[in-house]
Nanobody, 123 residues
Framework: QLQLVVSGGGSVQPGPSLGLSCKAS????????VGWFRQAPGKEREGIAC????????LFAETVKGRFTISRDNDKDTVYLGMNSLKSEDTAVYYC????????????????WGQGTQVTVSS
């Protein structure tokens, strides 16, 4: 079965760091781009970061730029999202996705989605 397995969510207080991982299961993660998205209650799913196949091309949403990092390990078929200086507004369900022809934050271009993991930032 081809799927993306997301792990690493949880509840933290504002400030500390948290990391998420997205591992391809049943296929090799050789896609041109892997994106991370999040969806807060009552809001649309937004793209927050993507990384190209060369692990050099990266794109971040303004809401997370300077605080979040993204990287991929093609040997492990895994993409990582590092989240620093977390704020309450980062609370959301986080998803990874593949299938886009290039690194983009447009969710319409992604075809395969992971199951999502909850990240809650609260004092």
């Amino acid at each position: 079965q081809l799927q993306l397995v997301v792990s690493g969510g949880g509840s933290v207080q504002p400030g500390p760091s948290l990391g998420l991982s997205c591992k391809a299961s049943g296929f090799r993660l050789t896609d041109p781009a892997v994106g991370w998205f999040r969806q807060a209650p009552g809001k649309e799913r937004e793209g927050i970061a993507c990384v190209g196949s060369n692990n050099v091309t990266r794109l971040f949403a303004e809401t997370v730029k300077g605080r979040f990092t993204i990287s991929r390990d093609n040997d492990k078929d895994t993409v990582y999202l590092g989240m620093n200086s977390l704020k309450s507004e980062d609370t959301a369900v986080y998803y990874c996705a593949t299938g886009a022809p290039w690194c983009t934050l447009d969710r319409i271009l992604y075809a395969t989605w992971g199951q999502g993991t909850q990240v809650t930032v609260s004092s």
